[in-house]
């Protein structure tokens, strides 16, 4: 499965999330999801809404999924903080 379409099928399940896939194989991939849904919710609660965003996919065409989930004001310190180390 190409990366754009797990990508269009996160960002469906979000209100305004900002969403970034990769995958060198098509079958394992890494996301980047930044939402304000994950407002007040520990690591598990983030994952299972991206989870859920991807339905029966998860194990069978994706068949692993690394998730950073993060709050706008997360994704906001992080960035800053590696543009003052550079």
Known sequence: MDPLE???LIEA???AATVNVESDDNTHYGALVVATEFE???P???H???YKCLGSLVGNEIHALSITALTPAEWQ???SGEADRG
């Open 6 to 8: 797990v990508t269009r």
């Open 13 to 15: 399940g979000f209100e």
């Open 40 to 42: 007040g919710k520990r």
């Open 44 to 46: 598990l609660a983030r």
């Open 48 to 50: 299972q809404l991206v």
């Open 77 to 79: 310190a992080r960035t």
